[in-house]
C-alpha cells in the first residue's frame, strides 16, 4: 500500500534529563506523519472533520529499539497496512539520519460520524484514492 516519508527535527523540549526524546513525543510524530501521508493523498483532516468524520486513535503500540537524541533527524516512513473499513491502521518505521532503527509502530484508529458519534465506513473520497 501506499508509503509516505516525513522528516522532523528533534528538539531540545521533547528530551528528557538524559538527553534522550521523551516516549510520550512518539504520539505526535506519528500524527504528523499521519497527516502527511492523508495530505500526499491529496486529503485534508481540517476537510474531512468539517465534512462529518473523526479519526480518533483506537490503539497505538510503539516498540523502542533505539533511542532518539535532540538534534536527530527523524526519518517516519508510514505505510497502510490493509484496505480501510470502520478501521485504518498505519504502520510506522523511525530512523535516525545515520538510518538506524529508532522504533517501529502502529496506530489503528476508527472512521467516527461526528454528527452521531457512531463508527462509520471509511468515505469512498478515500478508497478512490487509494
Known amino acids: 500500500m501506499k508509503n509516505h516519508i516525513t522528516f522532523l527535527k528533534v528538539r531540545y523540549s521533547e528530551t528528557d534529563q538524559m538527553g534522550f526524546v521523551h516516549h510520550s513525543n512518539y504520539?505526535?510524530?506519528?500524527?504528523?506523519?499521519?497527516?502527511?501521508?492523508?495530505?500526499?493523498?491529496g486529503i485534508s483532516y481540517k476537510w474531512m472533520e468539517e465534512n462529518g468524520v473523526m479519526l480518533p486513535v483506537y490503539n497505538l503500540q510503539t516498540t523502542f529499539k533505539k533511542?532518539?537524541?535532540?538534534?536527530?533527524?527523524?526519518?517516519?516512513?508510514?505505510?497502510?497496512?490493509?484496505?480501510p473499513t470502520v478501521r485504518i491502521t498505519f504502520d510506522y518505521?523511525?530512523?535516525?539520519?545515520?538510518?538506524?532503527?529508532?522504533?517501529?509502530?502502529?496506530?489503528?484508529?476508527?472512521?467516527?460520524?461526528?454528527?452521531?458519534?457512531?463508527?462509520?465506513?471509511c468515505p469512498q473520497y478515500i478508497?478512490?484514492?487509494?
Do not use: C
Open 67 to 83: 533511542s532518539a537524541l535532540f538534534d536527530d533527524t527523524l526519518k517516519i516512513v508510514t505505510s497502510l497496512r490493509a484496505t
Open 93 to 121: 518505521e523511525v530512523f535516525n539520519q545515520d538510518d538506524d532503527l529508532l522504533t517501529i509502530a502502529s496506530t489503528e484508529l476508527i472512521f467516527i460520524n461526528t454528527e452521531t458519534g457512531r463508527p462509520m465506513r
Open 27 to 41: 504520539a505526535q510524530y506519528l500524527e504528523v506523519a499521519r497527516l502527511e501521508w492523508l495530505e500526499e493523498l
Open 127 to 130: 478508497l478512490d484514492k487509494l
